[in-house]
């Protein structure tokens, strides 16, 4: 088993910046794809960004040049700097993953964290 663990969410006035972080801990063998979304009150859960073990990069258009997803692999850890902050990125932040464990090698299973609250004032 995989657990996700997000920190980082707070309270930031607009044109601030926030950085999110996700650790992953379980009998962890190795993590393929980690990413971002988000998730706003009675909207649908958004794709933010994703990166892989190879450290290739895929953003939503709505944060591209203004966000950055990196990852230390050591540390089983994924992170989400944002920058130039607006009320609209204003949701619940959840990390994702794809991670396989110890004993089960075969396939790639999903992970969802319980999320991080952001909120950008006006």
């Known amino acids: 088993q995989v657990q996700l663990v997000e920190s980082g969410g707070g309270l930031v006035q607009a044109g601030g910046s926030l950085r999110l972080s996700c650790a992953a801990s379980?009998?962890?063998?190795?993590?393929?794809?980690m990413g971002w979304y988000r998730q706003a009150p009675g909207k649908q859960r958004d794709f933010v960004a994703r990166?892989?073990?190879?450290?290739?990069?895929n953003y939503a258009d709505s944060v591209k040049g203004r966000f950055a997803i990196s990852r230390d692999n050591a540390k089983n850890t994924v992170y989400l700097q944002m920058n130039s902050l607006k009320p609209e990125d204003t949701a619940v932040y959840y990390c994702?993953?794809?991670?396989?464990?110890?004993?089960?090698?075969?396939?790639?299973?999903?992970?969802w964290g319980q999320g991080t609250q952001v909120t950008v004032s006006s």
């Open positions: 994702n993953a794809d991670a396989y464990v110890y004993g089960v090698v075969h396939y790639a299973r999903n992970y």
């Open positions: 990166i892989d073990s190879g450290g290739s990069t």
């Open positions: 379980g009998s962890i063998f190795s993590i393929n794809v």
